[in-house]
């Protein structure tokens, strides 16, 4: 192999790389521009940031096929049927945190949803 096909392989690779970049390889935490939503949970395979009405959250990972940021908004929906037991409420996919943020604020919950974290101190209850 000569030279200049090792560099163009070199340069592609590189480019590739560049391509496949994404915020979550990055560990930013995408919350600090907005202050109603917090980092609340953070693995090698996720991001959670919460809502301060700590109801709605947008899990933030990476598509399998494209490499590239999803940002997922979603709440659970919490009743009681003889034990507590809770719904996930998908409210929609985007390929960027401002637009997730955006759906998370104007997400239309029953009026009866309660938080996570008081959901599940009535469950220890």
Known sequence: ?????????????SEMTIHYTNLFSQTVDLAADYSDFALTFKCSTFDKYTHQDGKVYIMHGVDSKTFLDVFTVEAMIYEYKGCWHGNSMNFGSFDNFADAVTCARNAQLPEVSISEDAALSLMRN
Do not use: D, L, S
């Open 1 to 13: 192999m000569t030279t200049t096909e090792m560099t163009k392989m070199t340069q592609t690779h």
